[in-house]
């Protein structure tokens, strides 16, 4: 072989080797290329789902009961993004409660016209004015509010403003301030005041004569047992004796309902004695 002929050939190898490098970084630089646009696609997508949330949730519902003395709840289960829970939960309390015993008090032309949601936790509904269209005292006004801000705050609401056509206004009906922003009233799932008692009073009596029912002799029990008609939990809340004897036949006990409390005041109502019952007779707000 001749040099010029050897120099040809090296000139020939090295060409060679240039084209296989430049295929490899080729080869390389689509690989990395493509792993960004995955990596992309599933940032885009990840997103996607942290900006539009779809879920379900068990969420608890707030009525007034028929003598509007306190808010009851009810389970329902509601789905889709926050703001559409938002709106099933007003469309769900404006059709009312399953449970006979509850009512809504939302007038059924009142429509939600928009709402806002800032930062997770605070939320703007805007309603119709027709929410006017009811005739309210003070305890149907704080029910009807309540019923709207305790049920929204199942969706981890801790502050709802509510706007009238797009307004801020002082009350809905005269009676409870509203003009700022509302968080959830534990003390309107409580009745309170004087409790009527039961009507066969007699027959519990001879039922604990006979050996039933035997928790009715002790005050603490009575407030537990018969205070979750009342709205107490028996499972939640502390129930602590705090006055018995200094007047034969009366007690109190007292309980902490969240982050309030209250004095339920206990009686016998027959006779007065260790063998007696107790029931409660009122509740009031420490």
Not at 135 to 143: D, R, T
């Amino acid at each position: 072989m001749t040099s010029l002929e050897g120099g040809f050939f090296l000139y020939r190898l090295k060409l060679k080797h240039l084209h296989y490098a430049f295929l490899l970084f080729l080869l390389v630089l689509t690989s990395v290329y493509l792993a960004g646009c995955a990596n992309s696609a599933v940032s885009s997508q990840q997103q996607e789902e942290i900006s539009s949330p779809i879920s379900e949730k068990v969420v608890q519902l707030y009525f007034p009961d028929r003598e509007l003395n306190r808010l009851a709840c009810e389970e329902y289960t509601v789905s889709g993004t926050q703001e559409e829970k938002v709106a099933k939960i007003f469309e769900q309390l404006k059709a009312g409660p399953r449970n006979e015993q509850l009512i809504t008090l939302i007038p059924e032309e009142t429509i939600l016209l928009d709402q806002v949601i800032e930062d997770e936790d605070r939320l703007t509904i805007n309603l119709s004015d027709h929410i006017y269209r009811i005739n309210l005292g003070s305890s149907g006004e704080a029910l009807l509010v309540g019923s709207i801000v305790n049920s929204l705050s199942a969706l981890n609401f801790t502050s709802i403003q509510i706007l009238i056509d797009g307004q801020i206004i002082e009350s809905i009906a005269g009676h409870m301030y509203i003009a700022e922003p509302l968080a959830f009233f534990d003390y309107l799932t409580i009745r309170h005041g004087k409790i009527p008692a039961p009507s066969n009073l007699q027959d519990i009596q001879s039922a604990v004569q006979e050996g039933h029912q035997l928790w009715r002799l002790d005050p603490v029990e009575v407030s537990r047992v018969d205070g979750i008609a009342l709205g107490f939990s028996p499972d939640k809340d502390s129930f602590s004796l705090t006055e018995r004897d200094s007047q034969p036949g009366k007690a109190s006990v007292l309980v902490t309902h969240g982050k309030n409390q209250y004095t339920i005041h206990l009686l016998q109502p027959l006779n007065i004695g260790p063998e007696q019952i107790w029931i409660i007779d009122e509740v009031t707000v420490e």
